[in-house]
């Protein structure tokens, strides 16, 4: 069973920084691009991030394309997501999801960051 | 970017009764429209890939339909359990986007 847990979500102050992570597990993790997902409270989805499955590639939308970075290790089948200079408009749950090809075809449950002084 | 509009915005249903959900493209995304079922509380679901494949787990009264720029999720029969929003999402190109969602509610 395909399973994915995020962490690190939390309260932080604008302009700094939060590090959220993902566990995979049942299934082989360095195989699939990997991606992240928000959603602000009671708004739409937002694609935020996509990585190969190397972490040779990364792809960002102009959002927060220079403040986030997405990352991998294969060994320890988890992903990541560094958010830096964070912005109020930055608050969301943030989903872990499994990237197929041009969709998203596993989500995990989310965390949910809040930026604000 | 892909700006993907979803109607109605929210959708009075009966149990039983058959619906359908639309998304358009502001630009050809070919087949590459996906459906996603988000109940309250929940993350996303994957219900339709490529505009009309079907997903493993998926109940048959989803379908999905469409090309170019629209598309229409339908379900036939609906139950109580698919009150959720529903959102479309093109993967044709960068950046990925979704509909702003169609909240399906008891009427």
Same mark, same amino acid.
């Given at each position: 069973? +395909?399973?994915? +847990?995020?962490?690190?979500?939390?309260?932080?102050?604008?302009?700094? #920084?939060?590090?959220? #992570?993902?566990?995979?597990?049942?299934? @082989?993790?360095?195989?699939?691009? =990997?991606?992240?997902?928000? *959603?602000?409270?009671?708004?739409?989805?937002?694609?935020?991030?996509?990585?190969?499955?190397?972490?040779?590639?990364?792809?960002?939308?102009?959002?927060?394309?220079?403040?986030?970075?997405?990352?991998?290790? $294969?060994?320890?089948?988890?992903?990541?997501? *560094? =958010?830096?200079?964070?912005?109020?408009?930055?608050?969301?749950?943030?989903?872990?999801?499994?990237?197929?090809?041009?969709?998203?075809?596993?989500?995990?449950?989310?965390? =949910? !960051?809040? !930026? #604000?002084? | 970017? !892909? !700006?993907?509009?979803?109607?109605?915005?929210?959708?009075?249903?009966?149990?039983?009764?058959?619906?359908?959900?639309?998304?358009?493209?502001?630009?050809? +995304?070919?087949?590459?429209?996906?459906?996603?079922?988000?109940?309250? $509380?929940?993350?996303?679901?994957?219900?339709?890939?490529?505009?009309?494949? #079907?997903?493993?787990?998926?109940?048959?009264?989803?379908?999905?339909?469409?090309?170019?720029?629209?598309?229409?999720?339908?379900?036939?029969? +609906?139950?109580?359990?698919?009150?959720?929003?529903?959102?479309? *999402? *093109?993967? $044709?190109?960068?950046?990925?986007?979704?509909?702003?969602? @169609?909240?399906?509610?008891?009427?």
């Amino acid at each position: 069973e +395909v399973q994915l +847990v995020e962490s690190g979500g939390g309260l932080v102050q604008p302009g700094r #920084s939060l590090k959220l #992570s993902c566990a995979a597990s049942g299934f @082989t993790f360095s195989n699939y691009y =990997m991606a992240w997902v928000r *959603q602000a409270p009671k708004k739409g989805l937002e694609w935020v991030a996509t990585i190969s499955t190397s972490g040779s590639r990364t792809y960002y939308p102009d959002s927060v394309k220079g403040r986030f970075t997405i990352s991998r290790d $294969n060994a320890k089948s988890s992903l990541y997501l *560094q =958010m830096n200079s964070l912005k109020s408009e930055d608050t969301a749950t943030y989903y872990c999801a499994r990237h197929r090809e041009w969709y998203f075809d596993f989500w995990g449950p989310g965390t =949910m !960051v809040t !930026v #604000s002084s | 970017d !892909v !700006v993907l509009t979803q109607s109605p915005a929210t959708l009075s249903v009966t149990p039983g009764e058959r619906i359908s959900l639309s998304c358009r493209a502001s630009e050809s +995304v070919d087949t590459y429209l996906h459906w996603y079922q988000q109940k309250p $509380n929940e993350s996303p679901r994957l219900l339709i890939k490529y505009a009309s494949q #079907s997903i493993s787990g998926i109940p048959s009264r989803f379908s999905g339909s469409g090309s170019g720029t629209d598309f229409t999720l339908s379900i036939n029969g +609906v139950e109580l359990e698919d009150l959720s929003i529903y959102y479309c *999402q *093109q993967g $044709n190109s960068l950046p990925y986007t979704f509909g702003a969602g @169609t909240k399906l509610e008891l009427k």
